[in-house]
């Protein structure tokens, strides 16, 4: 297939722009590179630097691409921050790709597979974290998501777009040959921010809260490697329902400790990473771990990475190899 895959710069769409090309297919990467990386772009993928806020210029690449599908991977994920400029995330995460179904309506493209995320279920009352639980986000980054979860379905119904939204847990991870990996800027997630105390970036990791209802007090989450993920999109892109919203949980089913994290790390990178004991963050929820069976039953998805070090040790290797991120290559 034709696939357009917009933020394939970023993290997790650079992996499954590999996985696709990979798998045989033709890839155009559409990218304004606010947060991703030219230099995480597959060579083999055609690249056009532009924003799904210009409705004409996507209305042109769609007329030469001719698309059989569309990814989208190119949402504003910082939660903290959503919080404090909700209409920049309503306008990016929302709006923006309002104009992308618009695009795909107007060109007959009905196959769609979007990033979505287990914060639209907010603080669930039940574990583990099943597809049908209440949508309930808590912050306006779930909200987002939630409302183009929301917009798939009224599509499917409305001019029969088959789509698929992959909830995902916590993404981890690099390619296993250490090339291309996690770079934010600000830095949010747990284990690139471990990561950085053996690289010298920082002299101890902050650990919010040991008094959770957990088996050691810290915080319990589901950490689901980058390559499993690029996976689970592939299947879906490949088998997507015609005229169906469906959605998805992408994860392990297995929960890890903060401090199990810290653990493994110590045990990957031989360095002792001193912990720093503080307060909660509020609205951190004790635990959240997925169900996957959904996807499992589907498309006979299975996580590879099971095991935390083995995620963390592909993590090791692209962080000690590109300690700047994309500013080293």
Request: aromatic share 8%; charged share 20%.
């Amino acid at each position: 297939m034709r696939i357009f895959v917009v933020g394939g710069a970023g993290y997790v769409g650079s992996h499954c722009v590999r996985r696709l090309i990979a798998g045989g297919h033709e890839v155009t990467v559409y990218d304004n590179l606010c947060a991703g990386h030219r230099q995480a772009i597959d060579p083999q993928a055609t690249f056009v630097e532009g924003d799904l806020g210009d409705p004409v210029q996507l209305d042109g690449v769609f007329e030469a691409g001719r698309f059989d599908a569309a990814m989208h991977f190119a949402a504003f994920i910082n939660v903290g921050e959503s919080v404090t400029a909700p209409l920049k995330y309503w306008h990016n995460n929302v709006a923006n790709t309002l104009n992308l179904l618009q695009c795909m309506e107007a060109h007959g493209v009905k196959r769609f597979i979007f990033s979505s995320t287990c914060a639209v279920h907010g603080e669930p009352e039940d574990l583990p974290i099943t597809e049908d639980l209440a949508i309930k986000p808590i912050n306006p980054y779930g909200n987002t998501k939630a409302a183009v979860e929301w917009m798939l379905q009224d599509s499917a119904e409305a001019w029969g777009l088959g789509s698929v939204a992959l909830r995902y847990f916590n993404a981890s991870g690099a390619a296993e040959d250490g090339t291309i990996g996690e770079d934010h800027h600000p830095e949010t997630h747990l284990i690139p921010l471990v990561l950085q105390v053996p690289l010298g970036q920082r002299e101890q990791i902050k650990v919010f809260g040991t008094d959770y209802p957990t088996p050691d007090g810290t915080c319990v989450r589901d950490y689901i490697h980058v390559n499993d993920l690029a996976q689970a999109h592939l299947l879906a892109v490949e088998d997507c329902p015609a005229g169906k919203a469906e959605a998805y949980n992408v994860g392990t089913g297995n929960g890890v400790s903060v401090l199990e994290i810290i653990t493994a790390a110590r045990e990957v990178t031989g360095h002792p990473i001193p912990a720093l004991t503080t307060d909660r963050r509020p609205g951190d929820p004790p635990t959240l771990y997925a169900d996957a069976g959904k996807i499992r039953h589907r498309y006979g998805w299975e996580p590879r990475y099971r095991d935390v070090r083995e995620l963390i040790e592909t993590a090791w290797r692209w962080h000690k190899g590109h300690p700047h991120g994309f500013a080293d290559k």
